[in-house]
């Protein structure tokens, strides 16, 4: 772990950034001729909406507009944010010309970018590792936002798309949509999400399906909620409610959400803090900004850590989390590791133990995404320090620990996705502490979840275009 005296450093350096140009020394003075309007514009859109939108405006390319259409529109929502959206307002950090720039930058920019489409350049093409040699192979292409990924023992592929599409692709190639989901609640972050086979699959067929689901009352509320159900064909049958988090509510962003069995067949999941930082993630009396620990069919175990506290969820097992897109099973110690994305930096790599305060939003070491601080301590007595953290953010989602062979020198690390900088991350870690990182697939996309196939082959799903890689060793051509 680095030390708190770096990211406290790259942080003031942030700020004083940000406080140059709220005062008029960078861009006010920049907006002298067009060349400087423009090199002001791109570097705010570095600075301010990269994060979230992509470098190279990915997020923009070949989709419809989602807050705004005309320039004084999208000024006003660049000004003002959309709190149920997750997007912040950034009238505090830029002033009126840098808006107006920056809109303009976005618009022509936007234009001019396409979606990354890397098929032909990373399908077959050999890549020289740090511990293993490896290639790649684009096994499904022409999907949306793969988010869940899922290996039946036969070796087809469940694959579930957040805008609403269960699929499973079989050994012979082809992509065969699942009926029978219910209604979900398809926008912003939120959709069809997570997929995970029971342990004892091959005995009960049970399969756990994770989605943000509709409000009876307010169709324009939901949360995150978990089935199980059987596949009979290509439908689902014996659907069974297993957790619906509480309460429903409009944002449409920090759902989490993963799930993870444990060697005792508890089952973990995660849920965000919805956007909610000041209400959810350190109250006990609701469900967001937690991991949760439940018996398989969704009950309660006697054991769970706040059982006996009035008022309190009782399947919560840590709180004060973020928003956790990761969660697994060491395979050697049999800990839950869980990675969960920070605000602008501060993304963490934790360790779920019972009972335990992660903290979010008291301590965090990342800062507003307008370049704000909204908390100055990095510890306090009584809440969990991440056992890695990264600044500035890669934007975590997905991940699993490598239990195959067929990779030498990888055995048991921690792969982690970067939404945020388009790669795999290699994550080496000793004695609960992470030693070694190795970033695989540079500039793929951006990555959305990784498995590991019964057969041992490490499979990438990953965005625009929506497709599913297959890293093969190349020992094993």
């Known amino acids: 772990m680095k030390p708190k005296y770096e990211i406290i450093t790259l942080s003031t350096l942030f700020i004083l950034f940000f406080g140059m140009c709220r005062q008029g020394k960078i861009n006010e003075s920049a907006f002298t001729d067009a060349a400087n309007f423009d090199s002001v514009a791109a570097t705010n859109y570095q600075n301010y909406c990269a994060g979230c939108h992509g470098d190279n405006m990915e997020e923009f390319s070949d989709r419809k507009w989602m807050f705004a259409n005309t320039d004084s529109e999208i000024e006003n929502i660049i000004r003002q944010g959309d709190e149920n959206m997750g997007m912040p307002g950034f009238d505090k950090a830029l002033t009126d010309n840098e808006i107006a ?29 740090e511990k293993a040699k490896y290639w790649t192979e684009v096994v499904v292409d022409n999907l949306e936002v793969p988010w869940g990924l899922e290996f039946l023992p036969n070796g087809d592929l469940l694959i579930a ?73 290509d439908s689902l ?63 309660i175990p006697p054991d769970n850590p706040f059982v006996d506290v009035a008022g309190a969820i009782k399947s919560i097992y840590s709180y004060g989390h973020r928003n956790p897109q990761g969660l697994s099973m060491h395979p050697e110690t049999g800990d839950i590791w869980e990675s969960e994305h920070g605000p602008k930096g501060g993304d963490e790599i934790n360790i779920v133990q019972k009972g335990q305060n992660y903290g979010w939003p008291v301590i965090s070491f990342g800062i507003n995404y307008d370049g704000t601080i909204f908390t100055n301590d990095t510890s306090k007595e009584g809440m969990m320090q991440p056992i890695h953290y990264y600044v500035p953010s890669i934007a975590p989602c997905g991940q699993t620990f490598v239990t195959s062979k067929r990779y030498k020198g990888w055995e048991n690390n921690l792969l982690i996705g970067s939404l945020r900088f388009k790669y795999l991350e290699r994550v080496v870690i000793e ?23 019964p057969d041992g082959y490490i499979y990438v799903a990953i965005e625009q275009p929506g497709k599913i890689l297959k890293i093969i060793p190349v020992e094993n051509k």
Do not use: C
């Open 161 to 233: 798309e957040r805008k609403g599409t269960l699929s499973r692709f079989t050994k012979d190639n082809k992509l065969v949509e699942i009926k029978g989901l219910p209604p979900i609640l398809v926008g912003g972050q939120g959709g069809l999400m997570e997929l995970k086979l029971h342990p004892k699959y091959e005995e009960n067929r049970w399969i756990y399906i994770a989605y943000s689901y509709i409000d009876e009352e307010d169709k324009d509320a939901g949360n995150t909620a978990i089935i199980r159900a059987k596949l009979n064909g």
């Open 237 to 299: 049958i014996n659907m069974e409610p297993i957790y619906k988090g509480i309460p429903a509510v409009t944002t449409r962003h920090h759902y989490g959400v993963r799930i993870a069995f444990d060697r005792e067949g508890y089952m973990y999941f995660s849920i965000g803090d919805r956007g909610r930082r000041e209400v959810f993630p350190q109250s006990l009396n609701n469900s967001n900004g937690k991991i949760h620990r439940t018996f398989d069919d969704g009950t």
């Open 431 to 453: 004695n609960d502490r992470v030693v070694e990182q190795e970033r695989l697939l540079e500039e793929i996309g951006r990555v959305r979840n990784v498995r590991v196939s």
């Open 101 to 129: 720039a920056l809109t303009q930058h976005i618009l022509a920019e936007s234009k001019k970018k396409q979606a990354l489409k890397r098929t032909d350049i990373f399908s077959g093409k050999k890549i020289q590792g």
